[in-house]
């Protein structure tokens, strides 16, 4: 079991940057896919970016590549969502998520231990 806390959400002006932290507990594993994916209202949880916690391997979602960075610090179990150049577009609530060895892992079910999200409001 695994339990995963993330922080760093809030209120930012598009053009923006914030940082998300999810901070991971319990059972993990050095194969271990950690994911963020975001869900605006009335949408479906959509992914964002991936990481592999044994390598410096990534994966983005097309309408963030260039503006979002995922990374990593194994020595803490923590992993981070830096965000810049926010739009309005990316208001939403984002969730921390682990997954297993398959990759790359973008689809929810493949994941199978969530956050409790964190809400990123971008203002136009």
């Known amino acids: 079991q695994v339990q995963l806390v993330e922080s760093g959400g809030g209120l930012v002006q598009a053009g923006g940057s914030l940082r998300l932290s999810c901070a991971a507990s319990?059972?993990?594993?050095?194969?271990?896919?950690m994911g963020w994916f975001r869900q605006a209202p009335g949408k479906e949880r959509e992914f964002v970016a991936a990481?592999?916690?044994?390598?410096?391997?990534?994966y983005y979602a097309a309408p963030v590549l260039g503006r979002f960075t995922i990374s990593r610090d194994n020595a803490k179990n923590t992993v981070y969502l830096q965000m810049n150049s926010l739009k309005p577009e990316d208001t939403a609530v984002y969730y921390c998520?682990?997954?297993?060895?398959?990759?790359?892992?973008?689809?929810?079910?493949?994941?199978?231990?969530w956050g409790q999200g964190t809400q990123v409001t971008v203002s136009s």
């Open positions: 998520a682990r997954g297993g060895s398959r990759w790359p892992a973008a689809l929810p079910d493949e994941y199978d231990s």
């Open positions: 319990g059972r993990t594993f050095s194969w271990d896919t």
């Open positions: 990481i592999k916690w044994s390598a410096s391997s990534t």
